[in-house]
């Protein structure tokens, strides 16, 4: 099976940087996703990581590590609209499906 | 181009009843997934067909039922509902299964009393 943790909440001031870690067990693996969910609103794709190493995208970065089954988000120059929910989720297992982590509450503050 | 289309938006229905949701995936899609969120449970896996089979299958009972048609519209049905099944019902779509991101709906909210 697959399983996958990652911080329930995180909370960060306007303007800074805030790290997200994901940590997955997972029997077959091809990569690691990262979804932003705003309250009411849908998942939202942000990146995929296939090989080690950082992705980057404008203010959001990912990060993998296939060796030590780890990643992480990377959100800097924090806004208040970054306020939301973010989940892991890992592409493997049978059939390549995708499994999610329960998420973790970022809340900005001013 | 259209995104991820789920009808109905919001639906309440009585305990013991059967629903069917439906799912448009974005045009040249062929995989198509569904999960149920939950506050306490987050966002747990259901089903994903892709060009009309299903590929996945979540650990639900066997009363989440689903088909994708050759169009690459799908459905889900619920039977026998139960109060525990209200949740937000997600459907995404994708090109060839994840590697890429999957595309969310706005799903649906189902709500049963």
């Known amino acids: 099976g697959q399983s996958l943790e990652q911080p329930s909440e995180v909370t960060a001031v306007e303007g800074a940087i805030v790290q997200i870690n994901c940590t997955y067990q997972?029997?077959?693996?091809?990569?690691l996703s990262w979804y932003q969910q705003h309250d009411g609103g849908a998942p939202t794709f942000l990146s995929y990581?296939?090989?080690?190493g950082l992705e980057e995208t404008g203010r959001f970065s990912s990060f993998l590590s296939r060796s030590d089954s780890y990643g992480y988000l990377l959100l800097q120059e924090l806004q208040m609209k970054d306020s939301a929910s973010y989940f892991c989720?890992?592409?493997?297992?049978?059939?390549?499906?995708?499994?999610f982590g329960g998420g973790t509450r970022l809340m900005v503050k001013p | 181009k259209a995104g991820v289309t789920q009808t109905p938006r919001y639906l309440i229905k009585t305990r013991g009843q059967q629903v069917t949701l439906s799912c448009s995936p974005i045009?040249?899609?062929?995989?198509v997934s569904w999960y149920q969120q939950t506050p306490g449970q987050g966002l747990q896996f259901l089903f994903e067909?892709?060009?009309?089979?299903?590929?996945n299958k979540g650990n639900f009972p066997g009363r989440f039922s689903g088909r994708q048609f050759s169009n690459s519209r799908s459905e889900m049905n619920v039977s026998t509902l139960e109060l525990g099944d209200s949740a937000l019902y997600l459907c995404?779509?994708?090109?060839?299964?994840?590697?890429?991101?999957?595309?969310f709906g706005s799903g649906t909210r189902l709500t049963v009393v």
């Open positions: 995404a779509s994708s090109l060839e299964g994840g590697f890429y991101g999957y595309t």
């Open positions: 997972t029997s077959g693996f091809y990569g």
């Open positions: 990581n296939a090989l080690d």
């Open positions: 989720a890992v592409t493997g297992g049978a059939g390549n499906m995708l499994t």
């Open positions: 045009s040249g899609h062929r995989s």
């Open positions: 067909y892709f060009s009309e089979t299903q590929r």
